[in-house]
Nanobody, 123 residues
Framework: QVQLVESGGGLVQAGGSLRLSCAAS????????MGWFRQAPGKEREFVAA????????SYTDSVKGRFTISRDNARNTVYLQMNSLKPEDTALYYC????????????????WGQGTQVTVSS
């Protein structure tokens, strides 16, 4: 099992930026696809972004394309989510996730979840 610890959340005004980090323990990080999910109050958890084991390919949900960037540093066992041009609708608890697969991130494939970091965007 890999422990995931998120950080970097907070309160920001609309149009602002935040950078989330997810530090992983264990040796399987560098061979796993990683992803970010979020859950807003009263809503189901949704996929936000994913990155393959090597960082060679990324994917995003449509609502964050062009604003969010996922990246990883396998030497530091860390995955990042740079969030720019934040909107009030981005307000949610953001979770880091490790996939059992090297290339695909899907809720059904998640092996480990972080505890979540809160992002609040004020209008």
């Amino acid at each position: 099992q890999v422990q995931l610890v998120e950080s970097g959340g907070g309160l920001v005004q609309a149009g602002g930026s935040l950078r989330l980090s997810c530090a992983a323990s264990g040796r399987t990080f560098s061979s796993s696809a990683m992803g970010w999910f979020r859950q807003a109050p009263g809503k189901e958890r949704e996929f936000v972004a994913a990155i393959t084991w090597s960082g060679g390919s990324t994917s995003y949900t449509d609502s964050v394309k062009g604003r969010f960037t996922i990246s990883r540093d396998n030497a530091r066992n860390t995955v990042y989510l740079q969030m720019n041009s934040l909107k009030p609708e981005d307000t949610a608890l953001y979770y880091c996730a490790r996939s059992r697969n090297m290339y695909i991130v899907h809720e059904d494939l998640v092996a480990d979840w972080g505890q979540g970091t809160q992002v609040t965007v004020s209008s």
